[in-house]
Structure formats: C-alpha cells, structure tokens
C-alpha cells in the first residue's frame, strides 16, 4: 500500500527547509519526497497547500493511570494527543504509586497498547517511591522498556544518592531527565519572586533556584559522564551554566515547557490558578531570553508538561492549589505563536517539538528522511479560533489558554502511515 501526500508545504527540521512537494509512505514509513512530478501511489491526498510535518514527540506527558485515572486515562490522552498532532508520548512516572518496578511498568505498556493509537514510550522512576532515598533496579526497568528515568518535580536532595544514580545510568547508557531547582529554596513556592509576588502576597522563590539546581547537576555529570535531559529551563540565569556545560562537551540537553515560552507572571493576574504551574511563569524577560536560546538551539526541545488536575485542585486560593496545565492539545497552536511573532521559523519550531526529542530518546522519527516512521500531522498554521476548554478531549480541562485567541488547527495525524485523527 502506497499513499501519496502531494501538494503539501513540507516542513522538514533535519535540513532545516520548508517548501512545496509531496511525500510518498509505504509500509508504514517514509518512502520518499520531492518536488515536481510525484510517483504514481494506490491512494493519494492532497494538502491544498497545508503544512506536512513530523508528529511532535511529547517528553513528559503525565498520564492519571495508575492512581488518578479520573483526571486522565491512557484513552483520553491519546485522543487528546492525536488531536494535537502528538505522534509519540514519553510518560511521566510521577503516579500514585510511582512506576519503579518492572511491574509497575508492564501494566502501563498493557494499558497504553490496548488504549492508545499514538506511540507511548513510558519513563521510570530514579529512585523508589520518587523519595530519593534509594535508586531504582535501572537495568531490569530498562529491559522492560523504560526509555529514561525521571523523578520529576521530586528533586534527589541527597547528592551521593543522585550521584551513585547517574553513575549507575551512565554504566548502561540511560537517560536521566531532572528538574533543576534548589529544592528548599522552592519549597512551597507558588510565583517567582519580585515585585508582582510581592503586591499579591503569595509565596515565591527566586530565579536563582533554577540556576543552583543546574549547577548542582552539571558539577555531577562532570563526575560522572551521565547522559541528563534538564526538563525544563525557564530563565535567563541559568542559560551561561547549560551553554558552558555543552561546550565542555557534556552530554546533555535541555527543554522548556510551551508555557514558560508564552506565558509570563502577570498572566496570574488576580490569583487564577490555572496559570500555577512548576516551575512558576516567569518575568518576560526571562520568557524572551528562553525563546532567544531556543532559535538559537541552546534549549533542545519544547514539551507539554501535560499535567491533569481535576476542578477540585484548581479551586482553591491560589497558594493552595495543584501546580500543571493540561497542554496536549494546545501545544501547537500556542507555539504557533512564536512562528507568527516572528521569533522562529516553521522549521526551527519542528527541531524543537520533533526531531530533538526523537534524537534525546534515540528513536527513528521525528523527522522526513526516507526509512523513518510516517507519523505525521497535517495542519493549517493560519486557521484562527477561540479555544473552549469545555471542548477539550483531555478529561482534565486546566488550561490556562481558555478563552484566548490561538492560530493553527491540526488537519489530521498519522502514527505509521495510518490516519489516527481528522
């Protein structure tokens, strides 16, 4: 079976172009591209124009399963996703209980199979329970099929325990994914501190937290050669630090959320707790040094950092409240914004949401080169709308995009040549 996609605007992040052609999938992958007379196919779409680009591959989903299957099941996440034009989730392990057993992590791989039409490629805990006491079995997750270990917002205190881990991972060549942040400073933080903090009265915790924490995990990778994904970095003060560890020649990466990159602190406006996320929304300036290293590529990847809460966590005063944003959905057309602000390239976003991401878990997609996987996503970067939550197919509707004009619609979505959405 052979189906042509023709007409289409391709946008292809490895050679950094964007221009009219057509793309040929056979068997489930990428056959072939080109300009000009297309080859002949058993069945053949036609873009009208439309953008043609890799799925985005989501470093960070967390999914309710097991533990808080009512904020979102395996189900409603991947409909969200295929929505979105997600093609490939990597799960968070951050569940109740934690998944940091080969057991634990079995039943997620049975439940994503059965329920899931999209690519669900599950991360395990570095150390047990997520309490940074003791690290998990890492080579029996592995065999299992975790493609990285991750505590989450948990940070590891204990930095020999931190330190015996990545020694550990970099032994079998694991990925470890950490949330830089000094952990007592951030503690019960609920904005970043500064003048805005100050006026509302709310808990707060300095950019410099951030920064701490990455110098803490840099001076260990220099230790131990360990490969590190730094989840997310949303200030301006800790870019020198990742910029010099890369060219030290360290073996790390790092990402930011699609909030921290359109979203500022004065978004929290008068204590709407959709916009509490972790870490906090920043100053603008911080946002805009954020988007600067991102054109730049000094930040890899752009995640969701999808994190369901049900109504009765949001409605609390707003240093009560849970941290997180569903995002699944809106990624796109939220990142979306950058390309129409004029700050990155079509392209450069696709190196940001598909082909680094696949590169850092060591997959085949992510890009249009011939071989690689068809999953893809159609969509129309110019369409215009006004986002209703309620509309969302996350069973989670914490959004802090609701009610705000977004451009950019997600056509259709193919996970291995086979239509998932649209």
């Known amino acids: 079976m052979k189906t042509l996609f023709t007409n289409a605007k391709l946008i292809d992040p490895e050679a950094q172009t964007e221009g009219t052609g057509w793309l040929l999938v056979q068997n489930g992958a990428i056959a072939a591209t080109g300009q000009g007379e297309p080859p002949q196919a058993d069945e053949t779409i036609d873009c009208n124009g439309l953008c043609l680009a890799p799925g985005i591959v989501d470093i960070g989903v967390k999914v309710g399963e097991p533990g808080e299957r009512h904020k979102e099941s395996y189900a409603s996440a991947a409909r969200?996703?295929?929505?979105?034009?997600?093609t490939t989730m990597a799960i968070r392990p951050d569940t109740s209980p934690a998944i940091d057993t080969p057991e634990a992590l079995e039943f997620v791989k049975r439940r994503a199979n059965e329920d899931s039409a999209v690519n669900v490629l599950p991360l395990a805990a570095l150390t047990k329970g997520r309490e940074g006491r003791e690290m998990t079995e890492i080579g029996?997750?592995?065999?299992?099929?975790?493609?990285g270990f991750s505590d989450c917002d948990a940070v590891v205190t204990n930095t020999k325990v931190f330190q015996r881990a990545l020694t550990y991972a970099r032994s079998l060549g694991a990925l470890v994914i950490a949330h830089p942040?000094?952990?007592?400073?951030?503690?019960?933080a609920a904005v970043t501190s500064g003048k805005f903090a100050t006026l509302r009265g709310l808990p707060s915790v300095s950019p410099m937290a951030e920064r701490m924490g990455l110098d803490r995990d840099i001076a260990l990778l220099e230790m131990t050669g360990a490969r590190y994904h730094a989840d997310q970095i949303t200030t301006a003060r800790a870019l020198p630090a990742l910029e010099r560890a890369k060219r030290n020649g360290l073996d790390i990466?790092?990402?930011?959320?699609?909030?921290?990159?359109?979203?500022?602190?004065?978004?929290?406006?008068?204590y709407r707790t959709f916009f509490k996320l972790k870490p906090p929304l920043r100053s603008e300036d911080d946002r805009l040094a954020t988007v600067e290293a991102l054109a730049s590529g000094l930040i890899d990847t752009i995640s969701s950092m999808h994190t369901p809460q049900d109504e009765e966590s949001k409605r609390l005063p707003y240093a009560e409240a849970a941290s997180g944003a569903v995002a699944l959905e809106t990624l796109l057309p939220a990142a979306l914004r950058l390309v129409h602000a004029g700050s990155l390239t079509l392209a450069q976003l696709f190196r940001a949401l598909a082909l680094n991401p696949a590169k850092r878990l060591q997959l085949a997609s992510g890009r249009l080169s011939k071989g690689a996987p068809a999953d893809l996503m159609l969509f129309?970067?110019?369409?215009?709308?006004v986002l209703d939550r309620t509309t969302l197919l996350s069973k989670s509707k914490n959004t802090p995009f609701d009610g705000q004009r977004l451009q950019g619609k997600v056509v259709a979505t193919y996970v291995a040549g086979k239509k998932v959405f649209g």
């Open 80 to 86: 969200a996703a295929a929505a979105g034009g997600v």
């Open 181 to 188: 942040q000094e952990p007592i400073l951030s503690a019960g």
């Open 140 to 147: 029996f997750l592995m065999d299992a099929g975790a493609v």
């Open 380 to 385: 129309d970067p110019n369409k215009p709308f």
């Open 253 to 270: 990466t790092a990402g930011t959320s699609i909030h921290h990159l359109t979203l500022n602190e004065l978004d929290v406006a008068d």
